[in-house]
């Protein structure tokens, strides 16, 4: 196979990627190579689904640049489509007096950021949402709102197609050759690379020259669904989170369909895909992550000893309902038995300073570009951060003239 461009990875990065290569070079060839059978079953349809409204982010990282962007974007894609849309805000509540300062943070992230966000008082929450547990003061995003990734994905698929792009399933990279890359269906001889590969984009990155400083440490997010009926949550609630760190805490989110979940956990993997068991084991990854974890143990640039354990016990679910109840009124654990399927967080590292990567990260030459940290807010910056990957690669080419 022959390609002008081709992108390993299928997932919501990658496959926004192609779309945006294709609406701007028509006249080249653009193939998506994913080894799995469908497109999007990893972190891209296994996301909280969640549009986030871009006020968490320091106003001069990439992630502030592209969210306000790009939630108006997959909004407006889920529209023109008939997609399910959930437009149903986010509170953040305060616990304490401590957690009012950090809301003034945040207040002054989203004005940074040009982000419409509300302060509102204690009684004008519950007005918002009944059940909100709040100190004083709380924040209300008018424009965070929750769709179906999965539903998401197949439009974007049928979006990629019809402008010509090329998508092979069942095509996992193997490695370089003189040839070109080779893959479970044979070789591709590409003109450029895109490597969006979420947790292996490290992996191929090195096959390339990159990713020398950097390696993805993977994490297990689990969500417990609520069997009360759907409408019991007007809101997602989410607490005051830590800005040290790339999580932002248990929260309460109200699905597509109006049914309420509890989570995420953050529970560090012992290998890239471990869902579950023993499935997708590998034991080159495993002695390699769980090497890098205990070093964290011994001596990390953040305090990752406290934030394993502290996730480990999320496991329980009396735990996380125990944690959820801080947030909102009426939550029974005997409510909360169901969990979803976990997703995997293909967060990087930086292996020189053993602190955690927390803005988008890319590297590239004049052959190829490696998306190496595109943890969330990604799925809702998707289509802006696409436009951005390509504008590296059209300065790359006139760089080249």
């Given at each position: 196979m022959n390609a002008d461009f081709a992108v390993i990875g299928g997932g919501v990065i990658g496959v926004s990627i192609a779309r945006e290569l294709k609406r701007r070079h028509t006249d080249c060839s653009v193939v998506v190579l994913e080894k799995e059978s469908e497109l999007g079953l990893h972190a891209s349809g296994r996301n909280s689904g969640v549009l986030h409204a871009g006020f968490y982010y320091t106003a001069n990282s990439l992630k502030a640049r592209f969210c306000l962007e790009g939630n108006l974007a997959l909004r407006q894609f889920c529209a023109e489509r008939s997609l399910k849309i959930n437009p149903c805000g986010k509170l953040v509540?305060?616990?304490?007096?401590?957690?009012?300062?950090?809301?003034?943070?945040?207040?002054?992230?989203?004005?940074?950021?040009?982000?419409?966000?509300?302060?509102?008082?204690?009684?004008?929450?519950?007005?918002?949402?009944?059940?909100?547990?709040?100190?004083?003061?709380?924040?209300?995003?008018?424009?965070?709102?929750?769709?179906?990734?999965?539903?998401v994905m197949r439009a974007l698929r049928c979006a990629a197609e019809s402008t010509g792009v090329r998508i092979c399933t069942g095509a996992r990279y193997r490695g370089r050759s003189a040839g070109g890359l080779q893959t479970d269906q044979g070789t591709v001889d590409a003109g450029f690379v895109v490597n969006a590969a979420g947790l292996y984009a490290d992996r191929i990155a090195r096959d390339f020259g990159?990713?020398?400083?950097?390696?993805?440490?993977?994490?297990?997010?689990?969500?417990?669904?609520?069997?009360?009926?759907?409408?019991?949550?007007?809101?997602?609630?989410?607490?005051?989170?830590?800005?040290?760190?790339?999580?932002?805490?248990?929260?309460?989110?109200?699905?597509?369909?109006?049914?309420?979940?509890?989570?995420?956990?953050?529970?560090?993997?012992?290998?890239?895909?471990?869902?579950?068991?023993?499935?997708?084991?590998?034991?080159?990854?495993?002695?390699?992550?769980?090497?890098?974890?205990?070093?964290?143990?011994?001596?990390?640039?953040?305090?990752?000893?406290?934030?394993?354990?502290?996730?480990?016990?999320?496991?329980?679910?009396?735990t996380l309902a125990s944690q959820a109840g801080e947030l909102a009124t009426g939550i029974d654990p005997r409510n909360f038995r169901r969990w979803g399927r976990p997703g995997i967080r293909a967060q990087l590292l930086n292996v020189k300073t053993r602190t955690l990567v927390m803005d988008f990260l890319v590297e590239q030459d004049e052959k190829s570009l490696h998306v190496l940290n595109a943890v969330s807010p990604a799925f809702t910056c998707s289509i802006p951060f696409a436009a951005h990957i390509c504008d590296m690669i059209g300065r790359t080419g006139d760089d080249k003239q």
């Open positions: 509540v305060a616990r304490d007096a401590d957690e009012l300062f950090r809301l003034d943070e945040l207040t002054a992230r989203a004005d940074a950021n040009h982000v419409p966000l509300e302060m509102v008082s204690e009684r004008e929450a519950r007005e918002i949402e009944p059940r909100a547990k709040t100190f004083q003061k709380a924040l209300f995003s008018p424009s965070t709102s929750t769709v179906d990734p999965a539903e990159f990713s020398r400083d950097y390696c993805i440490l993977p994490f297990k997010g689990l969500y417990l669904y609520s069997s009360e009926s759907p409408g019991s949550f007007r809101t997602n609630i989410y607490p005051v989170p830590d800005l040290r760190n790339p999580f932002l805490g248990v929260h309460i989110t109200v699905t597509v369909d109006g049914k309420a979940k509890l989570g995420p956990t953050a529970i560090p993997c012992f290998w890239r895909e471990q869902y579950g068991g023993v499935a997708n084991l590998r034991f080159d990854e495993l002695a390699e992550i769980v090497g890098m974890e205990i070093g964290l143990f011994i001596n990390a640039g953040f305090d990752f000893r406290a934030l394993a354990m502290q996730e480990l016990r999320k496991y329980s679910r009396a």
